[in-house]
């Protein structure tokens, strides 16, 4: 059993301790605690456990970690007064500080500790950041995840960042329900009537926000663009409840252009003296590519709203923040232009996980056609915005020179499945698909990643590369989404002239008209694929192959059984469309 001493029998000293005591599950219990008051020490053993020690250094060296939980002025006297114990039993010391970083470990609870006797029971299930080096990171990881506590890491030079979000998010809140409040009464309601009122509305607003995420739970005049309103309501307003309220709104004006990105807030503008949000390079919100913003995603409320990360890096600190607290990961693999296929693959990807990661690159090297790379459509910021609405958590929308840097010469290839259908018409795709594959899942580390039916080949030969190379990946097929008409949706549809949309319609009568031969009784591949040809005769359609195929090798079988794929791939007006049909 691990054993937590601390220093200081404050507040948070009492609180922790008696929530290790009741949740450490015979894993992780309170040694005790020391304090320059002794009656405080023994105050704090009899309600959380453990015992009173008269010296640091006693209590460090029956200690497996040590916290210092006195304020931050204090900190280094604190570590300081283990003494040499350190030398002998070295223990593991971290304070509980949120706002300061010490050359030791960091374990910083995000939850209000009013007093001693109660206020253990807020942590039950509450929020942690973590920061120290990678044996404190072990230690931590472990006991909170014993005790039932989600929690982050976070990197030493961002922890005033992430002090101030926290102040945010619990104490200005106060002030501004004070303020409210005030202004209730000045309306002359009734006191308790006031307090009962801003009560209600708070815990509703605050119902909103967890479910919907402060962005889209955002409403009200600044968020309709209602500048007439505003305009009033500072005319009633004076003193420095008036400036409170201007400088909210003008935060909250760039706030509502990201749930609003195509709303009017110009009269806004001009009422406020505000200016439309400074975007960075990914058009998104310049703070979504703060480092703070992947330990905010693992640690506070993942549906807040997208954030667009573009760099490798971060990236991957975003990923193994995720990973390391415990959560799940699932991945998207796109290359953008949106659709609704796109999308049910995002919400089933976020519904079975904690956090749904989406990437958008279109990968040059899978393109043996440099004429159809160059027409592929670029809609990142329509793209973020419907990856929004389905769920997505992380948009990673790398650069071509961000995923192969000057120089990069490894690949990933696979033998015999690749040659086949596709890979026979499309020299090096495959290659390509893997190699990226490959690279986002080291960069994102899902848990899941989803790959559509409809790109069956591919699905294949993902599968077989995770299986042989032992990655620690679940592949998660998602059926094909389909038109009114059955044609299989696809970023490529909509470079489809009005007559070769019409003509496309004919892939799926195709297949079901091949399926239909078969759940008859014809086995014989020839006359399938035969019957698939006869319903795509079109002057307007060029069939590059209309296949029966084996699910698992991709070869014909001499005869055809429940289980196998029917495989179109034609040409429209220079598009190529693909699709299948399982027997």
Not at 30 to 51: D, L, T
Not at 249 to 276: F, H, I, Q, W
Not at 490 to 503: I, P
Not at 554 to 559: E, S, Y
């Amino acid at each position: 059993m691990k054993k937590i001493g601390f220093i200081g029998a404050g507040k948070l000293g009492f609180s922790l301790g008696r929530h290790i005591s009741e949740k450490g599950n015979g894993e992780y219990s309170v040694a005790g605690y020391f304090s320059r008051n002794p009656e405080s020490a023994v105050a704090a053993a009899k309600f959380a456990g453990g015992s009173a020690f008269e010296s640091a250094a006693k209590l460090a060296a029956e200690s497996d970690l040590i916290l210092l939980t006195v304020p931050d002025g204090e900190i280094e006297n604190a570590r300081h007064s283990v003494g040499d114990a350190a030398a002998c039993v070295p223990p593991l010391i971290a304070h509980c500080s949120g706002a300061r970083a010490f050359p030791f470990g960091s374990l910083h609870p995000l939850v209000a500790v009013h007093d001693r006797e109660t206020a253990y029971k807020n942590l039950d299930g509450a929020y942690f950041t973590i920061e120290g080096d990678p044996v404190f990171i072990d230690f931590a990881s472990a006991m909170l995840t014993a005790l039932g506590n989600p929690y982050c890491i976070i990197e030493a030079d961002k922890k005033n960042l992430y002090h101030a979000a926290s102040v945010m998010v619990s104490n200005l809140v106060c002030a501004l329900t004070h303020e409210g409040t005030e202004t209730l009464k000045a309306c002359g309601l009734d006191e308790e009537f006031a307090a009962r009122a801003w009560r209600s509305l708070f815990l509703k607003n605050a119902e909103n926000i967890a479910e919907l995420g402060p962005i889209l739970a955002l409403t009200g005049p600044v968020e309709r663009g209602d500048a007439q309103t505003v305009a009033r309501h500072l005319e009633a307003l004076s003193g420095d409840t008036r400036e409170i309220y201007l400088l909210l709104s003008r935060t909250l004006v760039n706030t509502a252009r990201m749930k609003n990105p195509d709303r009017d807030y110009s009269e806004l503008d001009n009422l406020l003296g505000t200016a439309p949000l400074r975007r960075g390079e990914s058009d998104l919100c310049a703070c979504v590519e703060s480092d703070l913003c992947p330990a905010k995603q693992t640690g506070i409320n993942l549906q807040d709203h997208t954030h667009l990360i573009q760099q490798t890096p971060k990236m991957q600190l975003c990923s193994a923040n995720v990973r390391t607290s415990g959560k799940t990961i699932g991945l998207v693999p796109t290359m953008g232009a949106l659709h609704a296929g796109h999308l049910s693959l995002i919400e089933k990807a976020r519904a079975e996980n904690h956090a749904g990661f989406v990437s958008i690159f279109v990968n040059p090297i899978q393109f043996d056609d440099p004429e159809d790379f160059e027409k592929y459509p670029d809609t990142l910021e329509a793209d973020v915005k419907a990856a929004t609405l389905a769920g997505a958590d992380i948009v990673f929308a790398p650069s071509a020179s961000e995923m192969y840097p000057e120089g990069f010469a490894s690949y990933i290839d696979m033998d015999g499945i690749t040659e086949r259908l596709c890979g026979a018409s499309r020299p090096g795709h495959f290659r390509g698909v893997l190699t990226v594959v490959n690279k986002l899942f080291g960069i994102c580390l899902p848990h899941r990643a989803y790959f559509g039916e409809k790109d069956a080949q591919q699905l294949a030969i993902v599968r077989k590369m995770v299986r042989e190379l032992n990655m620690d990946v679940e592949v998660v097929p998602c059926p094909t989404v389909r038109e009114e008409d059955g044609l299989a949706m696809s970023s490529r549809n909509a470079r489809l002239s009005a007559d070769g949309r019409e003509a496309a319609s004919a892939l799926y009568e195709a297949l079901l008209k091949a399926k239909a031969l078969f759940d008859s009784g014809e086995t014989d591949p020839e006359k399938l694929c035969a019957a698939m040809r006869a319903a795509l005769a079109s002057p307007l359609i060029t069939v590059e192959y209309a296949e029966l195929v084996d699910n698992d090798t991709f070869l014909t079988p001499a005869a055809a059984y429940e289980g196998c794929l029917l495989m179109l791939a034609v040409h429209i007006g220079g598009v190529r469309l693909i699709d299948n049909m399982m027997l």
